[in-house]
């Protein structure tokens, strides 16, 4: 059973791209959350996908926005990026039925140039 | 807003010997859940071991265990028998009701030989 996976490794862009990030949950997992990882910080939730819809924000701009498809993986796309968005991005999922803790994926690396 | 805090950026422990690490956090919901996870240099944000607030019981995971003390808003790692492997960097983490997980600043913990 593979567990949440995320794609891709790494990524690097230049100001003002768009990028977008995707991650596939782990099996009869359907709600999926984002969240950015600073270097030497603590995650910092983005947001959180259920039955594709966002279900709740953190305290992030407009320029991040998301999707779930009907499978329940998901992407995160940051639009205008900011050099501010260079960060580790992790995608956790939730169990069905079990919504008590979140399984992570191994994060995207994201550099912006 | 709920918000957690670990005031120990960096610690060392023999191998072998017990080290506590630790976090407060504050919130004014009553039903809640804990956290810590251990982040490896591979990134992966692995579950170490999870308390419901309900229970006044600490958990207990092989040689992980915790000190949660709610009154205080208290939450300890405890780790014995320290091994090389137990090198990373360790979150703390609030998960409220709506499933949005708050993280610490961590804890980078090195294991000495």
């Known amino acids: 059973d593979a567990g949440v996976t995320q794609s891709p490794t790494h990524l690097i862009k230049t100001r003002g791209q768009q990028v977008t990030l995707r991650c596939s949950p782990k099996?009869?997992?359907?709600?999926v959350s984002w969240y950015q990882q600073a270097l030497g910080q603590g995650p910092q939730f983005i947001f959180q996908?259920?039955?594709?819809?966002?279900?709740q924000r953190g305290n992030f701009p407009d320029r991040f926005s998301g999707h779930q498809f009907p499978n329940y993986s998901s992407e995160l796309n940051v639009n205008a990026l900011l050099l501010g968005d260079s960060a580790l991005y992790l995608c956790?999922?939730?169990?069905?039925?079990?919504?008590?803790?979140?399984?992570f994926g191994p994060g995207t690396r994201l550099t912006v140039l | 807003a709920q918000t957690v805090t670990q005031s120990q950026p960096e610690m060392s422990v023999q191998e072998a010997e017990t080290v506590t690490l630790s976090c407060t956090y504050d919130?004014?919901?009553?039903?809640?859940?804990l956290f810590w996870y251990k982040q490896p240099p591979s990134r992966q944000m692995i579950l170490v071991i999870r308390?419901?607030?309900?229970?006044?019981q600490n958990a207990t995971e092989n040689r992980f265990s915790v000190n949660f003390q709610k009154a205080a808003k208290s939450f300890s790692l405890k780790i014995s028998d320290s091994q090389l492997g137990d090198a990373a960097m360790y979150f703390c983490?609030?998960?409220?009701?709506?499933?949005?997980?708050?993280f610490g600043k961590g804890t980078r913990l090195h294991i000495l030989p």
């Open positions: 308390q419901e607030a309900y229970k006044q």
């Open positions: 996908y259920y039955e594709e819809e966002e279900r």
């Open positions: 099996s009869g997992h359907d709600t």
């Open positions: 956790a999922s939730t169990p069905q039925g079990s919504p008590t803790w979140q399984y």
């Open positions: 919130t004014s919901e009553s039903d809640y859940y």
């Open positions: 983490a609030y998960r409220n009701r709506d499933d949005k997980i708050i």
